[in-house]
Antibody, heavy 121, light 107 residues
Framework: QVQLVQSGAEVKKPGASVKLSCKTSGYTSTSHLIHWVRQAPGQGLEWMGM????????TYPQRLQGRVTMTRDTSTSTVYMELSSLRSDDTAVYYCARENVLRIGLSFDYWGQGTLVTVSS | DIQMTQSPSSLSASVGDRVTITCRTSHNINYYLNWYQQKPGKAPKVLIFAASSLESGVPSRFSGSASGTDFTLTISSLQPEDFATYYC?????????FGQGTKLEIK
């Protein structure tokens, strides 16, 4: 069955970087884009960007350009998301999600369990 | 960026009620609109994709519709497990954006 398993919780100081992982299984990892979405405590969902695990191409929102980097390791079917220059408002649960490409529209059909990142001095 | 205006932000209803949640987009997005359900401490789950297509395994009491830039999620008869937060999302153009969410609570 399709699974996205994320790395464990992180605590970081302001100004530091964090690198999260999302290991996929149960499907051909290079056939589906992976997106990252975050959710600050008690807040809504924010799209952080996407990576094509096949070719490695990425798309990021302008507001995160320069701070976010997504990479992949095809040998382990793992996608990584690194966020730098962390601030307190980066405290959130970070999710990876798979894009469904086999039907009309574009939706996220499988999600990881989420990783809590806490930024605090 | 495409703005998503979701309403209401919260809603109290009873089991068996019919409930409607609306999402208005700032630009035409064709049918690239999805609805997700999120329960506390869990990842979102897709209910409706492409404005009106029901995700596999989702009960048929959930439905979606579209009219121009207005999109609607309807739950025909609320069940206890439906009390959650619902989000709309446009995937027409990046940055993909979500509505602010609707928290559905038990009356």
């Amino acid at each position: 069955q399709v699974q996205l398993v994320q790395s464990g919780a992180e605590v970081k100081k302001p100004g530091a970087s964090v690198k999260l992982s999302c290991k996929t299984s149960g499907y051909t990892s290079t056939s589906h884009l992976i997106h990252w979405v975050r959710q600050a405590p008690g807040q809504g969902l924010e799209w952080m960007g996407m990576i094509n695990p096949g070719g490695g191409s990425t798309t990021y929102p302008q507001r995160l350009q320069g701070r976010v980097t997504m990479t992949r390791d095809t040998s382990t079917s793992t996608v990584y998301m690194e966020l730098s220059s962390l601030r307190s408002d980066d405290t959130a649960v970070y999710y990876c999600a798979r894009e469904n490409v086999l039907r009309i529209g574009l939706s996220f059909d499988y999600w990881g369990q989420g990783t809590l990142v806490t930024v605090s001095s | 960026d495409i703005q998503m205006t979701q309403s209401p932000s919260s809603l109290s209803a009873s089991v068996g009620d019919r409930v409607t949640i609306t999402c208005r987009t700032s630009h035409n997005i064709n049918y690239y609109l999805n609805w997700y359900q999120q329960k506390p401490g869990k990842a979102p789950k897709v209910l409706i994709f492409a404005a009106s297509s029901l995700e596999s395994g989702v009960p048929s009491r959930f439905s979606g519709s579209a009219s121009g830039t207005d999109f609607t999620l309807t739950i025909s008869s609320l069940q206890p497990e439906d009390f959650a937060t619902y989000y709309c999302q446009q995937t027409y153009i990046t940055p993909y954006t979500f509505g602010q969410g609707t928290k559905l609570e038990i009356k």
